[in-house]
């Protein structure tokens, strides 16, 4: 219907319902609003509040690390590469800037949702080890993760896992052979909440098939200042199962929205 149409027609009812004395229409529901839609093309890395990219200078051949392809973004991420702590290695972006140059900010009692696209090439192993492809943490060095997306081997089977890293959770679990050499969406959401009041809801999706759809309540997903995403390769060397190679991941159609 022409949505000029829709609100004649809309204020015509409104105008009926008033004129017969039925009750008032109960407060719009909360929604879903669009607070961050970056385009790789036009906005690159700006996308981001802060890119980690090579932050030792371990590999300055390779860099950058984190670039745009097309219209998404790609991380590689080479055996060389090493952080600043030698044991592990780290090519991430953090944070979510709109084209206003500000940066959302994720707040107790807030809640927020992310969407987008992943590929994962099957150079992209789960370890032993962490290795982690998102996370949601408090801003500033040495802060615990509170959600991590990881790909982990549980015994001897690749996976990809959420889970809520404060209390060691596991949200939900899924086989990664699926998602190897092919684009999968993710759907996470998060109400930030200190103690019990939080929660989570991880989605993934191919096509119209639906992977893993797992939620938590009554979760702390909250440990000071505010919640910020990373996206990214962050991976343990001490693998025991011969997984580590070169690889890359990467990202498009992401989308950030508030429930309002």
């Avoid at 040495?142 to 209390?167: N, W």
């Avoid at 109400?191 to 893993?212: A, E, H, M, P, Y």
């Avoid at 909250?222 to 991941?249: E, N």
């Amino acid at each position: 219907m022409n949505p000029t149409r829709r609100t004649l027609l809309g204020a015509a009812l409104g105008g009926a319902t008033a004129a017969v004395g039925l009750p008032a229409t109960p407060a719009q529901a909360a929604s879903w609003q669009l607070k961050w839609s970056p385009s790789a093309s036009a906005d690159g890395l700006g996308a981001f509040e802060t890119i980690e990219d090579d932050r030792a200078d371990s590999h300055p051949a390779g860099q950058p690390h984190i670039r745009t392809e097309g219209a998404n973004w790609r991380f590689n991420m080479h055996m060389v590469d090493r952080d600043a702590s030698t044991d592990r290695q780290r090519q991430e972006v953090t944070g979510l800037r709109t084209s206003s140059g500000t940066h959302l900010r994720w707040l107790p009692g807030q809640t927020w949702r992310i969407t987008y696209s992943m590929y994962i090439p099957s150079s992209l192993k789960a370890t032993t080890s962490f290795t982690h492809i998102m996370q949601m943490k408090q801003p500033g060095t040495g802060t615990q993760p509170i959600v991590v997306q990881s790909l982990r081997r549980v015994d001897g089977v690749q996976t990809i896992e959420l889970k809520l890293h404060i209390a060691n959770i596991l949200v939900g679990r899924t086989p990664l052979a699926p998602l190897h050499n092919s684009w999968t969406d993710v759907d996470f959401q998060i109400k930030v909440g200190d103690g019990t009041s939080g929660s989570v809801r991880w989605i993934l999706r191919q096509g119209g098939t639906t992977l893993i759809d797992r939620s938590r309540t009554g979760v702390d997903t909250f440990l000071a200042d505010r919640v910020r995403p990373k996206w990214g390769i962050y991976r343990s060397l001490g693998d025991t199962s011969g997984s580590l190679q070169d690889c890359h991941m990467l990202l498009g159609n992401l989308r950030g929205y508030q429930l309002v």
